[in-house]
């Protein structure tokens, strides 16, 4: 494999260089056994290293990066759980809910081919920090859009879309409802889409989207809190 240049400014570490080289003429077979053997034991390659070896075999279309990624993951989970454990205000739910956006958001940025997420190579505790304190801010401002917004609980399966015409029979019917999907981050979007338009249950769609169904009731709540804010008119 070819030693891909990095972005302006971005400088790896002489050691990281050094196993890069060594491993770019492995066979991508034998880069992703190596790499995923290396991550789940000996550990004597830096994580900046399997970040290259994820972006490699993810670039020559290696279904194998995902077990390279998924290896790092449980590698840094240890530090990450230290990390959220330290981050005041964070319930236990909440640092489980992290935890699994922390997952699926490093199986992104280390597949991605993007000359930014580069710097995962250059730097990865930093970024691995730096995405642990935005997963975490993120769900301490959601949360305190709960805590105003949030309806009663007299009435948790109500569907706040209820109350538009069903997407599906014409053109306005159906962007009307994607008005108001679009008010939603793509992940609350999808449990609502799915939950309350698809008609899936909880635990389909928590299996859909690799999650437990405590996460899926969360999004769906505060979906709902942000829904009943938009049919107020607060867009």
Known sequence: MA?????????RDPA???QIERLADLPASELARHAEDDALGARTLRPETL??????????????????????IRQVAPLVSW???????????????????????????????????????????LCLKRKVLD???????????????????????????????????GPEQQALVQEALGVLPEEERTCAYLY??????EEVVAQRMGVTTRTVRNRLRRARARLAAWHRGER
């Open 3 to 11: 030693l891909r240049p990095l972005p302006r400014n971005y400088v």
């Open 51 to 72: 970040v290259w070896a994820v972006r490699e075999l993810a670039g020559a279309g290696d279904e194998r990066s995902w077990s390279v990624a998924r290896a790092l």
């Open 196 to 201: 309350w338009i698809e008609g899936w249950t």
């Open 16 to 18: 990281v260089t050094r």
């Open 135 to 169: 997963i975490a801010d993120g769900l301490l401002a959601r949360n305190a859009v709960e805590v105003r917004l949030d309806p009663p609980d007299d009435q948790p399966d109500a569907n706040p879309l209820q109350d538009l015409p069903d997407p599906r029979p």
């Open 83 to 125: 990390w959220l454990r330290g981050i005041p205000g964070l319930t236990p739910a909440q640092r489980e809910e992290a935890a699994e956006e922390l997952a699926v958001a490093f199986y992104i940025q280390w597949h991605s081919l993007a000359a930014t997420e580069a710097f995962w190579e250059v730097r990865f505790r």
